[in-house]
T-cell receptor, first 113, second 113 residues
Framework: GENVEQHPSTLSVQEGDSAVIKCTYS??????FPWYKQELGKGPQLIID?????GEKKDQRIAVTLNKTAKHFSLHITETQPEDSAVYFC????????????FGGGTRLMVKP | KAGVTQTPRYLIKTRGQQVTLSCSPI?????VSWYQQTPGQGLQFLFE???????NKGNFPGRFSGRQFSNSRSEMNVSTLELGDSALYLC????????????FGAGSRLTVL
């Protein structure tokens, strides 16, 4: 089955700096790659997603890039703010398996004011 | 538009008991998925229901079961509870099947003593 690895497990940045989280996947059939943000006491919230027919997608301060050949995708957050502090999860899905997502292990991002 | 509602939010059970968790999806969503979140194993897929039919099942023992009703509400049941079943159980809904955006609820935190 699919295996998703996520790095780093923790990331500390200064407010205003950029943060990058990287994920690799194993199943070349995967074609949907969402990123979720989870705050304490809440469920994961989708922040951005990308499909395999697109190499890059941007939404304000957040961007995701996908390299299908290398089977890796990355989340980029620019101009980080304290409210960006949370746990971020990447995930992958083949689409043929319904809505089954395989998640990475998560990255705890801490933005220091 | 109301989000995904999970009940109860917190519960404590003892080993050997059983538990039933409930999930009400976003109105109009026909797919409901369940995930288990633990510090050690991360987010793991349990099963997905679409139009009252189980479409996918993760690698969990038969003690874990679920169902979906005609109004798309879903329940999951865990029988003969073990200490290792202590986790946050997350429900997510989607409008259709096949690599679509999942909206998660806040989860039900189960503690097994």
């Amino acid at each position: 089955g699919e295996n998703v690895e996520q790095h780093p497990s923790t990331l500390s940045v200064q407010e205003g700096d950029s943060a990058v989280i990287k994920c690799t996947y194993s199943d070349s059939a995967s074609n949907y790659f969402p990123w979720y943000k989870q705050e304490l006491g809440k469920g994961p919230q989708l922040i951005i997603d990308i499909r395999s027919n697109v190499g890059e997608k941007k939404d304000q301060r957040i961007a995701v890039t996908l390299n299908k050949t290398a089977k890796h995708f990355s989340l980029h957050i620019t101009e980080t703010q304290p409210e960006d502090s949370a746990v971020y999860f990447c995930a992958a899905s083949t689409g043929n398996a319904g809505n089954m997502l395989t998640f990475g292990g998560g990255t705890r991002l801490m933005v220091k004011p | 538009k109301a989000g995904v509602t999970q009940t109860p939010r917190y519960l404590i059970k003892t080993r050997g008991q059983q538990v039933t968790l409930s999930c009400s999806p976003i109105s109009g969503h026909r797919s409901v998925s369940w995930y288990q979140q633990t510090p050690g194993q991360g987010l793991q897929f349990l099963f997905e229901y679409f139009s009252e039919t189980q479409r996918n099942k993760g690698n969990f023992p038969g003690r874990f079961s679920g169902r979906q009703f005609s109004n798309s509400r879903s329940e999951m049941n865990v029988s003969t509870l073990e200490l290792g079943d202590s986790a946050l159980y997350l429900c997510a809904s989607s409008s259709t099947g096949g690599a679509n955006v999942l909206t998660f609820g806040a989860g039900s935190r189960l503690t097994v003593l």
